[in-house]
């Protein structure tokens, strides 16, 4: 069978669905049309709502925030939640509203270790409206909302 990879799907699953004919049976462009719409409702929600969703393949960490000793800024404790070593870990905030962003390098975080970064590592003070972006070697980035944090 030729066309493309949803074709060939599609017509290994319905019954008298071939790509040739297709048009005739009026439904050749209907499978394609929900996935397409789903694709795209899937990554609309991962922009506008990016830490709603939570997968196996993200960062296996937790998050939260805590306040500093030094009472004016506050403390970012990230905690390995997997039963392996994570390598090249690195944190981001960005605030958008004010166009502007950090990034620290954490490196390596061990099974259930916790990691603080605070003022004296990044010179950053989680706001209100801000986003948080962890990154590490192998998988996807996980996002958390400062709200979502507690952070208000």
């Avoid at 005739?24 to 991962?46: D, K, Y």
């Avoid at 993200?58 to 070593?85: A, M």
Wanted: aromatic content about 8%.
């Amino acid at each position: 069978m030729r066309g493309s990879w949803i074709q060939k799907f599609i017509g290994t699953h319905s019954p008298g669905f071939h790509a040739s004919n297709a048009a005739a049976q009026g439904g050749g462009g209907c499978g394609c049309a929900m996935v397409t719409v789903v694709v795209i409702g899937v990554v609309g929600f991962l922009c506008f709502k990016p830490e709603a969703i939570r997968t196996g393949v993200q960062v296996p960490v937790g998050v939260s925030v805590r306040p500093s000793l030094l009472v004016i800024t506050n403390v970012v404790q990230v905690r390995n939640e997997s039963g392996k070593r994570l390598t090249g870990v690195v944190i981001s905030a960005k605030n958008a509203a004010q166009n502007s962003s950090a990034t620290y390098r954490i490196g390596v975080i061990d099974p259930g270790q916790v990691v603080e970064v605070g003022w004296g590592e990044w010179n950053w003070k989680v706001e209100p409206g801000e986003t948080l972006t962890i990154t590490a070697d192998g998988f996807l980035p996980i996002v958390f909302s400062s709200a979502q944090l507690g952070v208000r």
